[in-house]
């Protein structure tokens, strides 16, 4: 079974800064996608970006940015020109690629960064 | 396009009692999740649909909670008794049915048991 891993519960970082969140992940497969989703008091979950184990490049989108390491099993997220509104949960999240088991791919979620904006 | 909508939004029972939990995912989409999010945790799978039938429910407890899929469309998540540790909120997903695509989530309904 995977397992996925965020040691930091907490983070805060000063408006329009840079902050990175760690995620690390156990599996045994080759083939899966990453995740980093945000939830905000509002409860719904929200993709952020996302990352296929195959691909070497690092995903971006706009102003989110991750740092993918396969052989050492990470995947950071990286916030810069932090805002307001990007505080929230933060959660990393992991989808095997496997069409195993009649297509079960349900995500493993780790327990989440609550990432705090200072002002 | 419409996102998953979740009904009710709030509820609280009494230990013991039975409740009901309502899912209609984007239309078109052939999956459909149920997470269930304790407090200070990640959602947990509990259920995974594909049309109306069920790919993956090795995390559901299945001596008091059930779900259907009617006709592949809307879902149904129930929890008879409901016990104090159920309390959380239940997120539903749902995704095109095509390996690694992205998952979206409706709001979730929070259950308060006491």
């Known amino acids: 079974a995977q397992t996925v891993t965020q040691s930091q519960p907490e983070m805060s970082v000063q408006e329009a800064e840079t902050v990175t969140l760690s995620c690390t992940y156990d599996t045994s497969e080759s083939d899966y996608y990453l995740f980093w989703y945000k939830q905000p008091p509002s409860r719904q979950m929200i993709l952020v970006i996302r990352?296929?184990?195959?691909?070497?490049q690092n995903a971006t989108e706009n102003r989110f940015s991750v740092n993918f390491q396969k052989a050492a099993k990470s995947f950071s997220l990286k916030i810069s020109d932090s805002q307001l509104g990007d505080a929230a949960m933060y959660f990393c999240?992991?989808?095997?690629?496997?069409?195993?088991?009649?297509?079960?791919?349900?995500?493993?979620f780790g327990k989440g960064t609550h990432l705090i904006i200072q002002p | 396009e419409a996102g998953v909508a979740q009904s009710p939004r709030y509820k609280i029972i009494e230990k013991r009692q039975s409740v009901a939990f309502w899912c209609n995912p984007i239309?078109?989409?052939?999956?459909l999740y149920w997470y269930q999010q304790i407090l200070g945790q990640g959602p947990k799978l509990l259920i995974q649909f594909q049309n109306n039938g069920v790919v993956d429910d090795s995390q559901l407890p299945k001596d008091r909670f059930s779900a259907e899929r009617l006709k592949g469309v809307d879902s149904t998540l129930k929890i008879q008794p409901a016990k104090l540790e159920d309390s959380a909120v239940y997120l539903c997903a749902s995704s095109s049915y095509r390996v690694g695509t992205e998952a979206f989530f409706g709001q979730g309904t929070r259950l308060t048991v006491v």
């Open positions: 999240a992991y989808r095997s690629a496997l069409e195993t088991g009649g297509g079960a791919d349900g995500l493993t």
């Open positions: 239309s078109g989409h052939a999956t």
């Open positions: 990352q296929e184990a195959y691909k070497q």
